[in-house]
């Protein structure tokens, strides 16, 4: 049998590998600037930072029983937030805090399942709210405000929400199967 006059499937499948590979490249959106992709990798890393006081939070509540979601409360620091956030959109300012408020709940309720399934009794290092855990997020929260003025007009730029996904995984915490992570991107990111 002769098959010279019909290509050999090797050939066929890597023309078609080779089409695969352009039409990819083709429509992956640009990378942005050295000075864009500093910014976004700052603001995630203060993402991170203050997902870092998640379990802080965490172990205070356990040990004096405290609910991880106290809407009232939530609601008088994201107003305040929103309010020291006057280079901001309003909306948008809302949504970005309620990601991260929500990402650190779900960090604080995911710790919380893990030690009842532990059988953890209480920390006997346990951070105060007060004095150890809300000067951080005093101090993290300006800084997110200011980084997230530069970076706003960006977002709607091609490609930057999924630049961000993809920074997001080496920079921000992957703590409870990347959940956290998630839900702090969730919402404030445009399409």
């Given at each position: 049998m002769k098959f010279s006059k019909t290509p050999s499937f090797g050939k066929f499948f890597a023309c078609w590998f080779l089409l695969f590979l352009l039409a990819g490249c083709q429509s992956m959106a640009p990378a942005p600037g050295a000075a864009d992709a500093a910014r976004v990798d700052h603001l995630l890393t203060l993402i991170d930072q203050r997902l870092a006081v998640a379990p802080m939070v965490a172990k205070a509540k356990w040990n004096s029983g405290g609910a991880v979601n106290d809407p009232p409360r939530e609601q008088l620091i994201l107003d305040a937030v929103v309010a020291q956030a006057k280079g901001l959109d309003p909306v948008f300012a809302r949504r970005f805090?309620?990601?991260?408020?929500?990402?650190?709940?779900?960090?604080?309720?995911?710790?919380?399942?893990?030690?009842?399934?532990?059988?953890?009794?209480?920390?006997?290092?346990?951070?105060?709210?007060?004095?150890?855990?809300?000067?951080?997020?005093?101090?993290?929260?300006?800084?997110?405000?200011?980084?997230l003025e530069k970076?706003?007009?960006?977002?709607?730029?091609?490609?930057?929400?999924?630049?961000?996904?993809?920074?997001?995984?080496?920079?921000?915490?992957?703590?409870?199967?990347?959940?956290?992570?998630?839900?702090?991107?969730?919402?404030?990111?445009k399409d």
């Open positions: 805090f309620q990601a991260q408020f929500d990402a650190s709940k779900a960090m604080q309720l995911g710790l919380h399942a893990q030690w009842r399934r532990q059988g953890q009794g209480r920390f006997d290092d346990a951070p105060d709210l007060g004095r150890d855990v809300r000067p951080v997020l005093d101090r993290l929260t300006p800084e997110l405000i200011a980084e970076i706003e007009p960006m977002l709607a730029q091609p490609g930057m929400a999924a630049y961000i996904a993809m920074r997001s995984k080496i920079l921000v915490r992957g703590d409870l199967d990347g959940e956290p992570r998630r839900v702090a991107l969730q919402g404030w990111l």
